[in-house]
Each structure stands twice: as structure tokens, then as C-alpha cells.
């Protein structure tokens, strides 16, 4: 079992940067890949990025490519989301999710554990 927490969210101005944070309980986390998505009011999560368990390898959304990047530091238990350029259409629920049980990765199915989310409002 995991538990995932997020924050880091908050209030940002167009062209500002915030960094999130999902603090993991449970031994097994950095036994598992993990990921950010995002849910804008009335829309459907979207994802935004995956990590290798071991942090190697990471894949981003073409919405936030060369903007955001995703890290884990596996011996604090926790991933980030290091945010910069933030646009409006960031403005979201930001969520972590661990323990991908199958593919495409971009799915929120393909994912067992799931935080409570964090808000992330980027004014214009």
C-alpha cells in the first residue's frame, strides 16, 4: 500500500514557476513508476508526465514539454514537478500517481495509487 500527498500548489502570475511535491508512505514507492496529471474544472484528467522507478527515464506531455520536468528523489520518498513558464491554461488540479498495472502510461487507469491533488491557479 501507498499513500501519496501533494503540494506545493498555490497562486502564480503567467510566466512564473512553482514546484510540487508528492510525499509517498510505504516502502515500496521507489519500487514504482510514477506520475503527474491534471484536472481544469469541467474537463477530463490529462496527463502530464511519468518517471522510471529508478528516475531514469521520464516522459513529459507535449502541453508541457520543456516546460515542466518530473524528478523523484527515491531516499526522501518523494517526486516533484518543477514548473516554470506557467501558463493560464496550467490552471488545474495537479495529482500524483504511483504503481502503473498497465499501458498506455497516459491513462489514469493504467494507475493504482492517487493523491488527493493540489491546486494550481495561474493568473493571466
Known amino acids: 500500500q501507498v499513500q501519496l500527498t501533494e503540494s506545493g500548489g498555490g497562486l502564480v502570475q503567467a510566466g512564473g514557476s512553482l514546484r510540487l511535491s508528492c510525499a509517498a508512505s510505504?516502502?515500496?514507492?521507489?519500487?514504482?513508476?510514477s506520475a503527474w496529471f491534471r484536472q481544469a474544472p469541467g474537463k477530463e484528467r490529462e496527463f502530464v508526465g511519468w518517471i522510471s522507478s529508478s528516475g531514469a527515464n521520464t516522459r513529459h506531455a507535449d502541453s508541457v514539454k520543456g516546460r515542466f520536468t518530473i524528478s523523484r528523489d527515491n531516499a526522501k520518498n518523494t517526486m516533484y514537478l518543477q514548473m516554470n513558464s506557467l501558463k493560464p491554461e496550467d490552471t488545474a488540479l495537479y495529482y500524483c500517481?504511483?504503481?502503473?498495472?498497465?499501458?498506455?502510461?497516459?491513462?489514469?487507469?493504467?494507475?493504482?495509487?492517487w493523491g488527493q491533488g493540489t491546486q494550481v491557479t495561474v493568473s493571466s
Open positions: 500517481a504511483s504503481r502503473s498495472v498497465g499501458i498506455p502510461l497516459d491513462r489514469p487507469s493504467s494507475w493504482t495509487y
Open positions: 510505504g516502502r515500496t514507492f521507489n519500487g514504482y513508476p
